[in-house]
């Protein structure tokens, strides 16, 4: 209980230019040096872009598409998020990973340029996963209502601005998706899109599954990509967060699982308010050639 009253919308603290939670901030340096090991797999994106939906197919995968199995635990149990750091007695990511055996599966939302060193000088894999602007920040909006961890969203209209200044946890959207693709190719990185996983999750899958050096039969494959659908995952009480405490994520605010759909921003952007992440979307895009999906 004591820790639970601590637990509150922390502020957000610069670390090397990027806002971060603050607790993260604090112990920065147990992230910095976070010691990783060459069978690593990291599943890097920026919030909200289908990192829960990655982490399950990936967990299949290593797994052999074993249902049971894959219901060990709930997500942030099987795949520890590297940087997350709350007030004692949760234990952070880092501890989390040094009681994991071996081949580690890890979650980071973190941008390139802080990703912890040991990752890079060991080689790891890393699959990045990247979703539309406009979507990504509907998804995030609506997550800063319910995760009680994160400053205040505001409004939609207050909480537009804040997205495009870069003033949420993790920072800009833009410098996070350009970074890890302007690296793609000096490191072992899989560049994946929301989109694609969307328009055909078996393809992707499979592209993950090559990835990974691993090989698994037809029908195995099919029932990774139905145990990873939208509506299993949201039935599914161990990917699903509501194993998560529920003074730190309010579903009745907003489920974890909300819609899990491409476009769902045309219902929440004004006119007036396309105009104004149009014109920000152009000058971060400007002379990148990054295959977002240009919607609408
Ligand atoms: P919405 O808020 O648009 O519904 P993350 O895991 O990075 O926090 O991303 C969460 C977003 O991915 C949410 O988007 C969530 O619904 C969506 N999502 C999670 N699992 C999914 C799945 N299996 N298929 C499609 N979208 C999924």
Not at 50 to 79: H, M, S
Not at 142 to 169: C, L, S
Request: proline share 8%; glycine share 4%.
């Amino acid at each position: 209980a004591a820790a639970q009253a601590k637990l509150r919308r922390f502020p957000l603290k610069l670390v090397k230019g990027v806002p971060l939670m603050e607790p993260i901030a604090d112990g920065w340096d147990i992230v910095e040096n976070f010691q990783a090991f060459p069978d690593d797999l990291i599943i890097s994106t920026y919030p909200k872009a289908g990192t829960t939906w990655v982490q399950e197919i990936v967990d299949l995968i290593y797994n052999d598409g074993d249902a049971v199995k894959c219901q060990r635990a709930p997500t942030f149990v099987r795949i520890p998020f590297l940087e997350i750091i709350s007030p004692p007695p949760l234990p952070s990511g880092v501890e989390m990973l040094g009681k994991m055996p071996r081949p580690r599966i890890i979650k980071t939302h973190l941008p390139f340029h802080l990703v912890p060193r040991s990752i890079w000088e060991n080689k790891c894999k890393v699959i990045y996963v990247a979703r539309n602007a406009k979507d990504n920040t509907v998804s995030y909006y609506h997550f800063d209502r319910m995760n009680k961890t994160q400053p205040d969203p505001g409004t939609w209209d207050q909480y537009i601005t804040k997205f495009i200044k870069g003033e949420v946890a993790w920072g800009p959207w833009s410098d996070h998706v350009k970074g890890y693709w302007a690296e793609k190719n000096n490191h072992q990185i899989l560049y994946l899109f929301y989109e694609d996983l969307k328009e055909n999750p078996r393809q992707q899958t499979v592209k993950i599954l090559d990835f990974l050096e691993r090989v698994l039969p037809k029908d195995i494959i099919d029932k990774i990509v139905e145990l990873t659908s939208f509506s299993s995952m949201k039935n599914n009480p161990m990917t699903n967060y509501t194993f998560f405490p529920k003074n730190l994520f309010d579903h009745s605010v907003s489920p974890f699982m909300r819609k899990g759909e491409v476009g769902d921003w045309q219902n929440h952007f004004s006119e007036q308010q396309r105009q104004l992440f149009d014109r920000a979307y152009a000058r971060w895009m400007d002379g990148v050639d990054i295959p977002f999906r240009d919607l609408l």
